[in-house]
């Protein structure tokens, strides 16, 4: 951060702009003036603890006693994955110090991601983790204490679903149309796309269906998440017994039904329905 602050200030601001969203300009030029005289106003306590203090998360922040930082046990045999929680947890305390409020959504792993690459995520990914709910509880001096939880870097197949999808939003029209073409393939019956497997299919869905919510969305990110819906739902009821494709699902349907988005979840039931070795709907509403 030090030598991105010396050498490429610009680009640190942009990145404390996006993640720090409720700080103020005055506060990200006090912190940038401290992060270049090598200053850093980093969190007073930092131990390793573990899963069950945790409650399971891989980090956790809270601003008691000038900025508490845990880290699992877990991430000690991992230098680089303990790094990426710390820094992540380094941009809950900043933004714990500089901003008038609670940044949106998961700001230290907004940060941290910034940090690694020396510019902001992209508008999909940063739209991604500012979706997202980083609060939780872990046991601090024997009490359930409120803290901001390290989230998980993402995979590979969430790189390409979000890079899919920035592609069909961006301005160049040649890689609008080769986007289009590959979500063609994923959602076509018989495609090699169609078949391919749950883990990069599940990343893409999820992409769009946070695309699709948000406000203005393009009937055309609309329709394709509702295709990426139709597929899940024949997938899973040709086969059955395959627990990829009918945890997904069900997992799909409750989060559905809990936004209150019936219609689309209507998609896939549909979908069950007329499928000749579909499951059974009721059973599966028993799920949710």
Same mark, same amino acid.
């Given at each position: 951060?030090?030598? #991105?602050?010396?050498?490429?200030?610009?680009?640190?601001?942009?990145?404390?702009?996006?993640?720090?969203?409720?700080?103020?300009?005055?506060?990200?030029?006090?912190?940038? &003036?401290?992060? +270049?005289? *090598? =200053?850093?106003?980093?969190?007073?306590?930092?131990?390793?603890?573990?899963?069950?203090?945790?409650?399971?998360?891989?980090?956790?922040?809270?601003?008691?006693?000038?900025?508490?930082?845990? #880290?699992?046990?877990?991430? $000690?045999?991992?230098?680089? @994955?303990?790094?990426? @929680?710390?820094?992540?947890?380094? /941009?809950?305390?900043? %933004?714990?110090?500089?901003?008038?409020?609670?940044?949106? *959504? %998961?700001? /230290?792993?907004?940060?941290?991601?910034? #940090? =690694?690459? *020396?510019?902001?995520?992209?508008? !999909?990914?940063?739209?991604?983790?500012?979706?997202?709910? %980083?609060?939780?509880?872990?046991?601090?001096?024997? $009490?359930?204490?409120?803290?901001?939880?390290?989230?998980?870097?993402?995979?590979?197949?969430? !790189?390409?679903?979000?890079?899919?999808?920035?592609?069909? !939003? *961006?301005?160049?029209?040649?890689?609008?149309?080769?986007?289009?073409?590959?979500?063609?393939?994923?959602?076509?019956? /018989?495609?090699?796309?169609?078949?391919?497997?749950?883990?990069?299919?599940?990343?893409?869905?999820?992409?769009?269906?946070?695309?699709?919510?948000? &406000?203005?969305?393009? !009937?055309?990110?609309?329709?394709?998440?509702?295709?990426?819906?139709? +597929?899940? /739902?024949?997938?899973?009821?040709?086969?059955?017994?395959?627990?990829?494709?009918?945890?997904?699902?069900?997992? &799909?349907?409750?989060?559905?039904?809990?936004?209150?988005?019936?219609?689309?979840?209507?998609?896939?039931?549909?979908?069950?329905?007329?499928?000749?070795?579909? $499951?059974?709907?009721?059973?599966? $509403?028993?799920?949710?």
């Amino acid at each position: 951060m030090q030598t #991105l602050a010396r050498e490429n200030p610009q680009q640190l601001e942009a990145i404390l702009r996006q993640s720090l969203s409720e700080s103020t300009p005055e506060g990200r030029e006090k912190l940038m &003036e401290s992060a +270049r005289n *090598g =200053e850093l106003p980093l969190p007073q306590n930092v131990s390793f603890a573990g899963e069950e203090q945790l409650n399971g998360a891989r980090a956790a922040y809270s601003p008691e006693n000038n900025g508490t930082v845990l #880290l699992s046990e877990s991430l $000690r045999d991992n230098p680089e @994955a303990l790094r990426k @929680a710390y820094t992540e947890e380094v /941009g809950h305390h900043f %933004d714990s110090q500089f901003s008038k409020s609670d940044s949106k *959504g %998961d700001e /230290g792993q907004i940060f941290q991601e910034g #940090l =690694e690459q *020396g510019k902001p995520v992209s508008e !999909q990914r940063a739209k991604q983790l500012k979706a997202e709910n %980083d609060h939780g509880k872990a046991q601090i001096n024997g $009490r359930q204490t409120p803290v901001e939880n390290s989230g998980t870097e993402p995979t590979r197949q969430q !790189q390409v679903a979000d890079q899919l999808l920035g592609r069909l !939003q *961006g301005d160049d029209p040649a890689l609008r149309q080769q986007s289009e073409s590959d979500y063609k393939r994923l959602f076509t019956p /018989g495609s090699d796309y169609y078949t391919m497997s749950e883990s990069l299919h599940a990343p893409i869905r999820q992409s769009l269906r946070n695309a699709a919510n948000q &406000e203005g969305a393009s !009937q055309q990110i609309k329709d394709l998440y509702h295709q990426s819906l139709t +597929r899940v /739902g024949d997938m899973a009821s040709k086969y059955p017994n395959d627990r990829a494709y009918s945890q997904d699902l069900v997992k &799909e349907l409750q989060q559905e039904w809990k936004a209150g988005r019936t219609s689309d979840s209507q998609v896939v039931l549909d979908q069950l329905k007329r499928a000749p070795q579909g $499951r059974d709907v009721s059973a599966l $509403r028993g799920q949710i």
